[in-house]
């Protein structure tokens, strides 16, 4: 059986916290821009006929 590293254990239990909700925020901000490139697109279309 492989020996659990100690130290990774360690690092995930202190990063876990900052990256869970990094992760969420970016992808939010991801899907606001999307929204709004084809908003913007669809406002182009609209005008433009």
Partial sequence: M????????LQWVL???L????C????????IQHT?????QQIKSDVAS
Avoid at 19 to 22: D, H, K, R, S
Avoid at 24 to 31: F, R
Avoid at 36 to 40: C, G, S
Wanted: glycine share 8%.
């Fill in 15 to 17: 990063f876990s916290p």
């Fill in 36 to 40: 709004l490139e084809k908003v913007i």
């Fill in 24 to 31: 969420i925020v970016m992808g939010a901000l991801e899907g």
């Fill in 2 to 9: 492989k020996k659990v590293n100690y130290y990774r254990v």
């Fill in 19 to 22: 990256l869970v909700p990094l």
